[in-house]
């Protein structure tokens, strides 16, 4: 035990005599999450647009004008002609150009139609799709308005109800899913390079000789990142709590009992990895590519799982993160307790059993 | 030159000799570019939901008939209360619930008016407002065909001006979405593997002491940084290269622009990018440091870079700072390149930016890097 307390204080020292490591490693969740918080937005705002307008009357002002004033959209540049649209398209501000064609108003008062077009730049399909149906909201909404005298006889409503983030709140989404991804990276490649460093300078030599058993060993690298995991997890909950007003719906000794789990879940897959790998830099491409993308997309973290082939949805399967941040989304947000988790919190116990017992069937003793 | 050329020898025999490294250098990127492109994807199929319908009468199930046959939904539970149906939410087993409530029927034809609830969880909220527009869609559409079915009377005087409005998409007609996301992935795997490579290197020298029989050699500061870089930046173009081959034979994004254009622009870039890694690596004293910074810059780089949201619905402040973020200039300029056809003068701005980024980074590695331990 006493030699165990002492590799364990090695460890630790070896963390905190390297401050600007640790500057960034606590550093990193805040940044992360204040990014994603106030950052990273997916509704229209301010898109840049250009008129063509032939006709120049009250009407297409007026459209124009409740365009501009519903904040979704900017004025660029008016334009005289189509053939300026290719051109500012590929200069790439101006995502949407409006035609209006001529004499409008005219025809809207005598024949009671008039046309108009929206072009968008669809090389971002998904805004592309918004800026369209929000330009055609406005617009009919504005014809609505003309002939608001004339009632509808059936009128069938849909009542809708956003369970459990009224507001569409962002922070629901990404603070489950940075805590994965943070405690990910923090644990699963500290440990794995802290392993292969030792290995790539050659003092796993002098660990080996010493009285340390193989499991002391591994229980010592983790210890330390154990700790600091923890503090990151709890950061993050402290500032989606009191930053991004996120309710902790459910039971909070579960949600720390799950965070521990998916913690040496991490852990051990670090482990895994550094037993695989001979020196730091296969270790971090490792943690790298397999870990840092996958877990953003392959997750559910931002793109639902559902909509994905099925060849990757099986795929999903075996991304821990995605059990995680089932479960947090679940507990935190909607107040499941275990009976509603407990499948996924088996599975990761199960994954935590199999990548141990990978590590311990690897992990040598000699190292030639 | 001819130092320059034992250098790059040096650094080209030590990355093809470390066999463990090379499939990360030319395979794994390929694969993560396959898998990845089709996960990130907001087409929303089969969205799970179920049904409550509490009238039982013909217009209600006509309306669940509606949904039920619609490819944006997939029917999980019928025939439950609505209380059992949250609980199924509650399980993440639906994603909607559509409760028709009682005397659904006879609202409409008594009072003109109905309604029908949608219950969504909204946890993520970017899907939940797609659901909620598919399914707005659905009830507005029947709405519509009732309307339709009253007969003339029913219509009359309803709409007096109508205003027709045609919409076009341009560059990407069928909105796929993959066109949109295979350039943006491969900027980053490219970014990744460029910095990563070049700000391990070094430092590992460091960490080895090999730092040591280079520093006391006569090789100059520049032509040890040029032949650091060199190795790296042509594998970081062949890349580029058969991300595209593949990009083009398996997804077919289009690709309407010049190329050498995009690989003038991609040099740039990546000499900006090696520059920063080869900074960060004279700033760490270990590649476990080393591997922070980079993390710390990735991670950043990558989310503000504008390759899942529009960069332009990020706060003015943000896109500010976004001016120091190269990854966000090459993010744009190859989606403009390939998707949109654009031209030199098009992108000179963000050339020029670059370049300028280039140039400063690469300097201050340059002078950072010393010849002592």
Redesign the interface.
């Given at each position: 035990m006493k030699e165990f307390i002492g590799f364990v204080k090695k460890e630790f020292l070896h963390i905190f005599r390297?401050p600007?490591?640790l500057v960034?490693?606590f550093?990193?969740p805040v940044?992360?999450i204040l990014?994603?918080g106030?950052?990273?937005?997916?509704?229209?705002?301010?898109?840049?647009i250009a008129i063509l307008d032939e006709s120049k009357d009250p009407v297409t002002r007026e459209i124009t004008n409740h365009m501009l004033a519903s904040g979704f959209f900017q004025l660029e540049q008016n334009i005289s002609s189509t053939e300026d649209v290719e051109k500012i398209?590929?200069?790439?501000r101006v995502?949407e150009v409006v035609i209006f064609e001529q004499n409008f108003a005219e025809k809207?008062?005598k024949e009671?139609?008039?046309?108009?077009?929206?072009?968008?730049?669809?090389?971002?399909?998904?805004?592309?799709?918004m800026i369209?149906?929000y330009?055609?909201g406005i617009?009919?909404a504005?014809?609505q308005e003309?002939?608001n005298q004339?009632k509808?006889?059936?009128?069938?409503?849909?009542?809708?109800?956003?369970?459990?983030?009224?507001d569409?709140?962002?922070a629901?989404?990404f603070v489950p899913g940075t805590m994965a991804m943070v405690l990910m990276?923090v644990s699963a490649?500290?440990t794995s390079?802290?392993i292969a460093?030792e290995k790539?300078?050659g003092t796993m030599e002098a660990i080996l000789v010493s009285p340390l058993r193989p499991i002391q060993i591994i229980a010592g690298k983790v210890t330390p990142y154990i700790l600091l995991s923890c503090i990151n997890a709890i950061m993050i909950l402290i500032l989606g709590y009191f930053v991004f007003q996120l309710p902790i719906r459910g039971s909070l000794t579960l949600l720390v009992f799950e965070t521990i789990l998916f913690i040496s879940l991490a852990l051990s897959l670090g482990i895994m990895i550094s037993t695989v790998?001979?020196?730091?830099?296969?270790a971090?491409?490792?943690s790298?590519?397999?870990l840092?993308?996958?877990t953003l997309?392959?997750s559910g973290f931002?793109?639902?799982i559902?909509?994905?082939?099925k060849i990757?949805q099986w795929?999903c399967y075996i991304i821990p993160p995605k059990y995680f941040i089932?479960i947090i989304?679940?507990v935190m947000?909607?107040?499941?307790g275990i009976l509603?988790v407990w499948k996924e919190t088996m599975v990761m116990v199960s994954m935590l059993v199999i990548f141990l017992g990978i590590s311990a069937a690897r992990f040598k003793v000699r190292l030639h | 030159m001819r130092t320059i050329g034992f250098i790059l020898q040096k650094e080209f025999r030590q990355i093809f000799r470390?066999r463990?490294?090379l499939p990360?250098i030319f395979v794994?990127?390929f694969i993560?570019l396959l898998?990845?492109v089709?996960?990130?994807?907001?087409?929303?199929?089969?969205?799970?939901m179920i049904l409550v319908d509490r009238d039982h009468s013909q217009l209600s199930r006509q309306l669940s008939e509606k949904f039920t046959q619609s490819p944006f939904f997939k029917l999980v539970e019928a025939g439950i209360s609505s209380e059992q149906a949250e609980e199924e939410?509650?399980?993440?087993r639906t994603?909607l619930i559509v409760v028709i409530p009682e005397h659904f029927e006879d609202r409409?034809y008594r009072e003109?008016?109905?309604?029908?609830?949608?219950?969504?969880?909204?946890?993520?909220?970017?899907?939940?407002?797609l659901i909620?527009?598919y399914?707005?869609q659905i009830?507005?559409g029947?709405?519509q065909e009732?309307?339709k079915a009253?007969g003339k009377n029913?219509l009359v005087?309803?709409?007096?001006?109508?205003?027709?409005?045609?919409?076009?998409?341009?560059?990407?007609?069928e909105?796929?979405?993959k066109?949109?996301m295979v350039p943006g992935i491969l900027v980053?795997l490219l970014t990744?593997i460029s910095m990563?490579l070049a700000s391990?290197n070094l430092v590992?020298e460091k960490?080895?002491g090999t730092i040591e029989q280079i520093n006391v050699t006569p090789i100059q500061k520049h032509h040890f940084i040029i032949g650091k870089l060199i190795p790296f930046w042509i594998i970081a173009l062949f890349e580029l290269a058969f991300g595209l081959v593949l990009g083009k034979l398996l997804f077919r994004i289009p690709i309407e622009g010049n190329l050498p254009l995009l690989f003038a622009f991609a040099a740039v870039y990546l000499i900006a990018i090696l520059g920063m890694g080869l900074l960060i690596s004279t700033l760490?004293?270990?590649?476990?440091?080393a591997?922070?910074?980079n993390?710390?810059f990735?991670?950043?780089f990558v989310?503000?870079s504008g390759i899942?949201?529009?960069a332009?619905?990020?706060?003015a402040w943000?896109q500010k700072v976004n001016i120091l973020n190269p990854l966000a200039y090459f993010m744009?300029v190859i989606?403009?390149i390939l998707?949109?056809?654009?031209?030199f003068t098009?992108?000179f701005r963000d050339f020029a930016g670059m370049f300028a980024m280039a140039v400063v980074l690469l300097s201050l590695a340059t002078w950072r890097y010393r010849k002592i331990a």
């Open positions: 390297d600007r490591s960034i490693l550093g990193m940044i992360q990014i994603f106030y950052v990273i937005r997916n509704e229209i705002q301010d898109v840049k398209f590929k200069r790439g995502r809207l008062e009671g139609l008039a046309h108009m077009q929206i072009l968008a730049d669809a090389s971002d399909p998904n805004s592309a799709k369209v149906s330009t055609q617009v009919s504005y014809v003309l002939n004339v509808s006889p059936l009128i069938l409503e849909p009542r809708v109800r956003m369970i459990y983030n009224a569409l709140k962002s629901y989404m990276l490649m500290m390079i802290s460093r790539e300078t790998s001979g020196n730091q830099q296969v971090m491409f490792i790298a590519l397999a840092m993308l996958p997309l392959l931002i793109f639902p559902e909509n994905m082939p990757l795929l089932t989304r679940s947000l909607k107040g499941t509603e | 470390n463990t490294m990360f794994v990127p993560q898998i990845l089709n996960a990130a994807t907001l087409d929303m199929k089969h969205i799970e939410m509650l399980r993440n994603d409409l003109g008016k109905t309604s029908v609830q949608l219950q969504i969880d909204a946890i993520n909220g970017m899907t939940a407002g909620n527009a399914a707005s009830i507005t029947y709405n009732l309307l009253a029913a005087n309803i709409v007096t001006k109508y205003i027709d409005i045609r919409y076009s998409f341009w560059y990407n007609s909105l796929n979405f066109h949109y980053i990744l990563f391990l590992r960490e080895m760490s004293q270990t590649q476990q440091q591997m922070f910074l993390f710390f990735m991670i950043t989310l503000m899942f949201t529009p332009e619905s990020m706060p943000a744009r989606r403009m998707l949109k056809g654009s031209t098009d992108i």
